[in-house]
């Protein structure tokens, strides 16, 4: 499946709850799921289980559908929950790690698996890029990506180094890191998919400004999906955990409308959401 302008189902912290929100987010119109091999704050299984059932009830295909997991290192796991051998190599670790986000996800290939953080040591993040190529390689694993990267001159080095370029860059988008400006310019340069979580978390005050407020009252959008079509807008897409399904179908209505050509924000808007924001610069 294409990776246009789009929003994804996060799916972190839903628990046991992970198989019925994405069936429900994918039969409200999500068709991008992503999750991590990290049962400390993933179910990954549930995310199976969830598209599978959503696929038979809808008449779907595996094509249909943009599946995404992570390969979390080991300071990223619950000590008693690591879905592979804690002794074995890094290139091991995510070899094992594999294989079981394949059979969790009940598929024989993913659409994109992210490397959950760079590893402190920059060749051991090196190391497990070039891990990861082998899958693409190998027709397990479309496109490759990394999150949690908030230093540029880390995300040019990984890029130099790499045969097989990110084709995702999964970050928090809040002002703690200056919005990622250099880095999402890098990414719109390379033709790189920024995607942002924590959008609507990190962002509450702003939300709930009267100007914001205003803003998407008279776009007949809440401030939340007012804040995804700021992110559509300016190419980014945002990851989406929400658990409601009132939710699920307007944040769906919204994505529609942008990607049917409407123009929600007009460049002057989109300047004063990002001052709103405490953005130094629209990018």
């Given at each position: 499946?294409?990776?246009?302008?789009?929003?994804?189902?996060?799916?972190?912290w839903k628990k046991d709850?992970?198989?019925?929100?994405?069936?429900?987010?994918?039969?409200?119109?999500?068709?991008?799921?992503?999750?991590?091999?990290q049962p400390k704050h993933y179910n990954e299984p549930g995310v199976g289980q969830g598209w599978t059932k959503a696929?038979?009830?809808l008449g779907l295909k595996r094509t249909d559908l943009y599946l995404q997991t992570k390969f979390t290192s080991l300071n990223g796991q619950d000590p008693n929950r690591i879905p592979y051998d804690e002794n074995a190599s890094i290139e091991e670790q995510i070899k094992e790690s594999l294989q079981v986000?394949?059979?969790?996800?009940?598929?024989?290939?993913?659409?994109?698996?992210?490397?959950?953080?760079p590893y402190p040591a920059m060749e051991d993040t090196i190391k497990a890029w070039k891990t990861m190529e082998t899958f693409v390689d190998d027709g397990k694993v479309k496109a490759l990506g990394i999150s949690n990267i908030y230093n540029f001159a880390n995300l040019e080095a990984l890029f130099e180094e790499a045969r097989i370029k990110p084709s995702v860059v999964q970050n928090r988008f809040y002002e703690d890191s200056n919005f990622d400006i250099?880095?999402?310019?890098?990414?719109?340069?390379?033709?790189?998919?920024?995607?942002?979580?924590?959008?609507?978390?990190a962002n509450r005050d702003a939300l709930a400004t009267p100007e914001i407020r205003a803003l998407a009252l008279s776009k007949?959008?809440?401030?939340?999906?007012l804040m995804y079509a700021f992110m559509m807008t300016l190419g980014h897409t945002p990851l989406?955990?929400?658990t409601s399904e009132d939710h699920m179908i307007e944040d769906i209505e919204v994505m529609k409308r942008i990607l049917s050509g409407e123009e929600i924000l007009s460049p002057s808007e989109m300047q004063t959401m990002s001052e709103i924001l405490g953005m130094s610069r629209l990018i």
């Open positions: 499946m294409t990776s246009r302008v789009h929003l994804v189902y996060g799916t972190a709850e992970t198989a019925r929100l994405v069936q429900m987010a994918i039969r409200n119109g999500f068709r991008h799921v992503d999750t991590a091999c696929a038979s009830e986000s394949l059979n969790n996800l009940q598929t024989t290939y993913l659409d994109a698996l992210v490397l959950h953080s250099e880095i999402r310019a890098f990414c719109r340069e390379h033709a790189i998919r920024y995607q942002s979580f924590w959008t609507l978390t007949r959008l809440t401030p939340q999906t989406d955990g929400t």
